[in-house]
């Protein structure tokens, strides 16, 4: 295969960092070269993922796919690999289960690697999901919106997915779409607290913070709670050190909406056997 110079200069770079910077840079191209393509082919994916279905799968497999599921739900994603390692399986979902560990490990480079071999797969609209995770976990937004944009298509009623679009947009900027895709996340579940704390924050990021206290007081967050979402808005954007922490969340599965404040991109429970 020819390479253009621009190519070869990248290769080079890559040979003389391939110590620590190595799957930042290859996990930046995965993410910078595919969201154009999904994009412009939402519709091509939306009737291909309409044509797969994740073949029957034994009994035995089904077992040990939601024990795998549950520990994986449990925060434990070093001892998820090793029972994925274990087991052997290589059927879709155990391979979106392993992205999800990998993804929680904070092994990025190899979690976009298998998400971005199950785009086409019968799992395609979580991968896609996986993909829109690790880019604005990245602050590529644009990257973020492109494959949650797909994500939606593919799973409409998916409330998870819906409120990671709504987010995705709102720290695009579009807050108009972001309020449609939030709204719709809450509707389709009542119990989504990440969506519910997400549409708070863009309230307060909207100026409205009467809205925001009524939508408080009709979901029942304390004003304590409040007040931190409130915060979290000038956190998220100007303090690296916060920031840091939500991802450390995020990437340890921590941040479940349910038992702590939470707001920012995708519940960590992605893990369904389908």
């Avoid at 071999?117 to 996986?130: D, F, I, K, P, R």
């Avoid at 997915?161 to 449609?180: F, K, P, S, T």
């Avoid at 704390?197 to 100026?207: E, I, Q, R, W, Y």
């Amino acid at each position: 295969m020819k390479y253009s110079s621009a190519h070869q200069v990248y290769f080079s770079w890559f040979k003389l960092h391939a110590s620590r910077l190595a799957g930042a840079v290859l996990l930046a191209m995965l993410l910078q070269g595919l969201p154009a393509w999904a994009e412009s082919s939402d519709k091509t994916a939306k009737e291909n993922a309409a044509k797969l279905s994740c073949q029957a799968i034994s009994a035995e497999d089904k077992t040990q796919l939601e024990m795998i599921g549950k520990v994986l739900a449990d925060g434990k994603a070093y001892a998820a690999i090793a029972f994925l390692d274990a087991s052997k399986l290589e059927l879709p979902q155990a391979r979106l289960y392993r992205a999800h560990a990998l993804r929680q490990t904070g092994q990025y480079e190899q979690s976009a690697q298998y998400y971005q071999a199950l785009l086409g797969s019968c799992v395609s609209g979580l991968a896609y999901q996986g993909m829109g995770l690790l880019a604005e976990m990245q602050d590529q937004h644009e990257a973020a919106i492109s494959y949650l944009k797909v994500a939606s298509t593919l799973l409409p009623v998916e409330s998870r997915v819906r409120g990671d679009y709504g987010y995705a947009l709102m720290m695009a900027g579009d807050n108009r779409q972001a309020l449609a895709e939030l709204l719709t996340a809450i509707e389709l579940d009542g119990k989504n607290r990440l969506a519910i704390n997400n549409l708070v924050l863009l309230m307060f990021k909207t100026g409205q913070d009467e809205k925001a206290a009524q939508i408080a007081s009709d979901y029942g967050i304390t004003e304590q709670n409040l007040a931190e979402i409130r915060n979290s808005l000038g956190q998220s954007s100007l303090n690296p050190a916060a920031k840091s922490g939500q991802r450390q969340q995020y990437m340890l599965g921590s941040c479940n909406g349910n038992t702590q404040l939470c707001t920012g991109i995708l519940s960590p429970t992605l893990e369904v056997v389908q």
